[in-house]
């Protein structure tokens, strides 16, 4: 699977849209983009995944480059409950392994 | 729907003791199960996973072992723990796509 770098950490203000990036510029033709959160003390939670195009769900948003070497995470209205550790990952959807990597802590603040 | 379950929640075990932590996956058919555990600060590390009954992957060379005895059953076991064991363990499955995660076991080995 592709490596992914993320930023260490970020904060937002409530209410604001909070955007994390990812990059993952060695990603091939069949690997999809994944995210996943993890709120301290508790079991990852997966957010959205996409292939190339952008994505939306009831949680957020998933903005890929046409080139696809990166990606945008979009919360639009943050919460202070959205504060959590942010996993991108990238692999094909045959391989059965799903690892992660350090991820961006993301605060969000009142 | 599909749930996972993961218990216990919280463990304190001596050093030496044996362990063994069960997940089980409800509301699907021949999922991959997967074993993680995170240190204290640290990201998740990926131990065991398995494609089918009998069939385990181990990741990482340790003190622990995994073993898949029905198709959603999932158990994670040691014969004698060491102070290094000590971790959050979680249990996830998926299904080629998205991977979704137990809450997880706080194991403390004293």
């Known amino acids: 699977d592709a490596k992914t770098t993320q930023p260490t950490s970020m904060d937002c203000a409530e209410g604001r849209a909070a955007n994390l990036p990812c990059n993952h510029s060695t990603i091939s033709g069949n690997e999809y983009v994944y995210w996943y959160r993890q709120i301290h003390s508790q079991g990852p939670q997966y957010i959205i995944h996409?292939?190339?195009n952008n994505e939306t769900n009831e949680m957020a948003s998933l903005i890929i480059t046409e080139d696809r070497k990166s990606s945008t995470l979009i919360l639009p209205h943050a919460t202070l409950r959205d504060t959590a550790v942010y996993y991108c990952i990238v692999r094909v959807e045959s391989n059965y392994k799903l690892t992660f990597g350090k991820g961006t802590l993301l605060t969000v603040n009142p | 729907s599909q749930t996972i379950h993961q218990w216990p929640a919280t463990l304190v075990q001596p050093v030496g003791s044996p362990l063994s932590l069960e997940c089980t996956v409800e509301?699907?058919?021949?999922?991959?199960l997967y074993w993680y555990r995170q240190a204290a600060g640290r990201g998740l590390q990926l131990l065991f996973y398995?494609?089918?009954?009998?069939?385990i992957s181990s990741e990482v060379p340790q003190n622990l072992s995994a073993s898949r005895p029905q198709d959603r059953q999932f158990i994670l076991s040691s014969k004698k723990l060491l102070l290094s064991d000590s971790g959050f363990y979680l249990c996830?499955?998926?299904?080629?796509?998205?991977?979704?995660f137990g809450q997880g076991t706080r194991l403390t080995v004293v």
């Open positions: 398995s494609v089918g009954i009998g069939q």
């Open positions: 509301g699907t058919s021949n999922p991959n």
């Open positions: 996409g292939l190339k």
């Open positions: 996830a499955w998926s299904l080629g796509t998205a991977g979704f």
